[in-house]
């Protein structure tokens, strides 16, 4: 099993570009979600995902989208970068009802700059 | 929602000594209580976690404990080494298994040799 795999690891961007940050998983989870890292301030939750077409927001959501079209994918879109979304985006995934497993998975990471 | 609050931010302790971080939660219907441990660029990874029908546990030398009626855990470390050195992070989660994870803003923990 790779777990949860990201691309990409790094990534700049210019103000006012758009792009998608990737995520799949291959353990069966139904969970998926999207956090961004800041200095002092955690995880900061950002949408997330309780199985295929179901989508929810998080605390954090302006600025960015997701779909959810298979249980293996749940990428994130930028629509129109900003400074502000400087980050560390990662995902995670969990719960399996095969095994019934409720511990979250993180991804490695995307270190995204906004210039 | 669920608000979860971790304290000390940073910590510093010699080799060998014991360190013990502290969260409490907002929401009764909370159940489970996962920490992680994020080395320096790497991805937080679960090194710990209780249930809510469970007082403590315990796993080599790390042990958390849970006080349902004061709405705290904490985490323990004993004979603390070098390499403990990362940031932890509680979090905590209501009922559903598919229910989202609510994290504290972390505590960066130093063992020195």
């Known amino acids: 099993n790779a777990g949860v795999t990201q691309t990409p690891k790094f990534q700049v961007l210019k103000t006012g570009q758009s792009m998608t940050l990737q995520c799949a998983q291959d353990?069966?989870?139904?969970?998926m979600s999207w956090y961004r890292q800041d200095p002092g301030m955690g995880l900061r939750l950002i949408h997330y995902s309780v199985g295929a077409g179901i989508t929810d927001q998080g605390e954090v959501p302006n600025g960015y989208n997701v779909s959810r079209s298979t249980t293996e994918d749940f990428p994130l879109r930028l629509l129109s970068a900003a400074p502000s979304q400087t980050s560390v985006y990662f995902c995670?995934?969990?719960?399996?009802?095969?095994?019934?497993?409720?511990?979250?998975?993180f991804g490695p990471g995307t270190r995204l700059t906004v210039l | 929602g669920e608000n979860v609050e971790q304290h000390p931010s940073t910590l510093s302790v010699q080799e060998g000594d014991s360190a013990v971080i502290k969260c409490t939660y907002s929401?009764?219907?909370?159940?489970?209580f996962p920490w992680y441990k994020q080395e320096l660029g790497k991805r937080p990874q679960l090194i710990i976690d209780i249930r809510s029908n469970v007082g403590e546990k315990k796993d080599q030398r790390i042990a958390v404990t849970l006080n349902k009626t004061a709405k705290h855990f904490s985490l323990h470390i004993t004979e603390t080494q070098p390499e403990d050195s990362a940031v932890y992070f509680c979090a905590a989660r209501r009922g559903s298994t598919l229910g989202r994870l609510y994290f504290g803003r972390g505590t960066q923990l130093t063992v020195w040799p």
């Open positions: 929401d009764s219907a909370s159940n489970y």
């Open positions: 995670a995934s969990s719960y399996s009802r095969t095994s019934g497993n409720n511990e979250q998975f």
């Open positions: 353990m069966n989870h139904e969970y």
